[in-house]
């Protein structure tokens, strides 16, 4: 078996035949996020948190299970079964080294993710490898793990430096493994001057190529996967790259502007952001990757009666975004593959330990609004609104919209700051209290809750991906 690699704008195997990616990304895996798995803030607080309240040896015990359990045979099994051929893998760089011990790499780090790479080739799933979280944050959100709106990544060479390093080391070990498609360098970079995240991608490029000179590389565009627009001729330097976007729709999201009818209007709008931001890679003739996209889904706890009309307004999202990539033969990876009832193809069941313990806590969560991710702020707005009046008075309108605008609104800006950082800090040993007390036995069955066999499919979802994947398969 051969490599994949990149030709003009399509990904090809040996014999030159196209191969279309199709998939999904197992976030909230070697990179926890907080709506993905249910505890406030980052994933770092949390780590120090638990370990702080019972102890180092149990926290290490519930988080290495937790890994363990969360993709298995049954996983991949299950996925293959579904027609779908390429799982996204984001990871986070403290699996690899410590801050207090940089560029040492960590064993350990590669005990999960080689179980899980070998995992998908054994049953014919290509993977690709993402770093998600990079040091000093790579940019603004809480899925960089840095625990603050500020990307400090762009404004220290060190924590740069530490990136190549890794990737050298990931390099070298995965070189010879044909059925890993490529490596997705740094995700959703938010470089405010548009010109270092070139520069550094200059140098990731070089540093892989001369170790590992087969493997494609999947790069990210600026602003969240979004913005092409100062790469210029930058394509001219490096092959064997495709480039992703990341495309989701407002109207896959509690925020819609108007409920979702699929009319003439709405289905311009999805079509003209996709076009928006693959737009620089069609000028010049080069392969575009959907690396992330996908809605968020309703809850009866929280939903009630809507929340089947709500899903099926959704799963239209859904088809009406997945006929625009199937005329274009887009690869593709879906947000996301396991969660807790959000987002994911399938997730944890409301009877399993896990979601039984943190059941009050969740709903605490929800009313809140501390999760950035499809937040519904709608029982919490009014005490932030004399806020944002505030700043809408005072400040000049032309300073109120900062970086990384337009993608990040005022709201938004004001929601990440005050609620999704601020008062999810407060929450953090609240989540790690509720193990205090549990044994090793009832941390492995918390952990286990996680396993394949205590999740519930998303039928709908699921069965629309299959059907896509079939007509691309056919050639139609």
């Not at 195997?13 to 976030?27: H, K, M, Y």
């Not at 990079?134 to 430096?161: C, L, R, V, Y």
């Not at 999740?455 to 896509?468: P, Y």
Request: hydrophobic share 35%; aromatic share 14%; with cysteine.
């Amino acid at each position: 078996m051969a490599y994949l690699k990149v030709s003009g704008t399509k990904i090809v195997d040996q014999n030159g035949e196209e191969v279309i990616l199709r998939g999904a990304g197992l976030g909230g895996w070697m990179n926890m996020e907080n709506f993905i798995s249910g505890y406030p803030g980052c994933e770092f607080q949390i780590r120090a948190a638990l370990a702080d309240v019972v102890g180092k040896e149990k926290s290490e015990l519930f988080f290495d299970k937790f890994l363990e359990y969360f993709f298995q045979d049954e996983d991949a099994a299950f996925f293959k079964s579904l027609g779908l051929n390429c799982i996204r893998i984001p990871f986070n760089y403290r699996h690899f080294e410590d801050d207090m011990n940089p560029r040492v790499l960590k064993p350990e780090g590669l005990k999960h993710l080689d179980r899980v790479i070998d995992l998908c080739a054994k049953h014919g799933i290509y993977t690709i490898l993402d770093l998600h979280t990079a040091p000093g944050g790579q940019n603004t959100d809480w899925h960089s793990d840095a625990g603050t709106h500020i990307a400090k990544f762009w404004e220290h060479k060190d924590f740069q430096d530490r990136v190549i390093w890794l990737w050298e080391e990931l390099a070298k070990h995965y070189a010879g493994n044909t059925w890993i498609a490529g490596y997705n360098p740094l995700n959703e970079p938010t470089d405010p001057y548009h010109t270092r995240l070139i520069d550094f991608y200059d140098r990731v490029y070089a540093a892989i190529r001369t170790i590992d000179p087969h493997h494609a590389l999947f790069l990210d565009g600026n602003t969240f996967a979004s913005d092409f627009s100062h790469f210029g001729d930058a394509y001219k330097k490096w092959e064997n790259v495709a480039y992703s976007i990341h495309d989701y729709s407002v109207f896959g999201f509690p925020a819609a502007p108007e409920q979702y009818v699929s009319n003439e209007q709405q289905l311009h709008r999805l079509r003209r952001s996709y076009e928006k931001k693959r737009e620089w890679m069609d000028q010049h003739g080069q392969c575009v990757w959907n690396g992330e996209w996908g809605p968020v889904y309703a809850r009866k706890e929280y939903e009630g009666d809507r929340t089947d009309a709500i899903n099926e307004e959704r799963y239209r999202v859904l088809k009406d975004q997945l006929d625009i990539y199937n005329k274009d033969r887009l690869s593709w990876s879906i947000w996301l593959y396991k969660d807790i009832g959000f987002q994911g193809m399938v997730y944890v069941s409301r009877e399993t330990p896990y979601m039984m313990l943190f059941k009050d806590f969740l709903a605490k969560k929800h009313r809140l609004a501390i999760d950035a991710w499809g937040a519904d702020d709608s029982q919490v707005r009014d005490v932030y609104q004399p806020l944002i009046d505030l700043i809408k008075k005072e400040i000049k309108p032309e300073h109120q919209n900062l970086y990384p605008a337009p993608v990040w609104k005022l709201t938004d800006r004001i929601g990440r700051l005050a609620r999704n950082i601020l008062v999810s800090e407060f929450l953090i040993r609240e989540w790690a209290e509720h193990f205090k007390g549990k044994s090793e036995a009832e941390i492995d069955e918390i952990a286990k809750s996680f396993a394949f066999s205590n999740c519930l499919h998303r039928e709908g979802l699921n069965k629309v991906l299959t059907d896509n994947a079939s007509l691309v398969a056919q050639g139609k």
